[in-house]
């Protein structure tokens, strides 16, 4: 290295240090925060798909109790 450099370093180096070390701890915090934010959103979307699932049982029973009424129908009325 030139003597130059080596002079810029040694005048601006503990700065620049103390700058990367601050960025580094608030891209930490950043990250966090959108970790948190994206485990939020993911926790939304389970509990809407268990909502929709728990519908479509709750369907799916309806429609089997449907199905035995059809076919107790189908038994009484003479075929045609």
């Known amino acids: 290295m030139s003597q130059?450099?080596?002079?810029?370093?040694?005048?601006y180096g503990g700065e620049v240090k103390e700058k990367i070390k601050k960025a580094k701890k608030?891209?930490?915090?950043?990250t966090g925060v959108l970790l948190e934010?994206?485990?939020s959103q993911v926790k939304t979307v389970?509990?809407?798909v268990e909502?929709?699932?728990d519908k479509?049982?709750?369907?799916?029973?309806k429609f089997d109790g449907v199905?035995?009424?059809?076919?107790?129908?189908?038994t009484v009325l003479p075929a045609s």
């Not at 130059?4 to 005048?11: A, R, V």
């Not at 479509?56 to 029973?61: F, I, K, L, P, Q």
């Open 51 to 53: 909502m929709l699932s």
């Open 26 to 30: 608030e891209f930490k915090r950043h």
């Open 37 to 39: 934010e994206f485990q």
């Open 56 to 61: 479509m049982d709750r369907v799916e029973s």
């Open 67 to 74: 199905e035995s009424n059809i076919e107790i129908i189908k």
């Open 46 to 48: 389970a509990e809407g």
């Open 4 to 11: 130059e450099i080596e002079k810029i370093i040694k005048k």
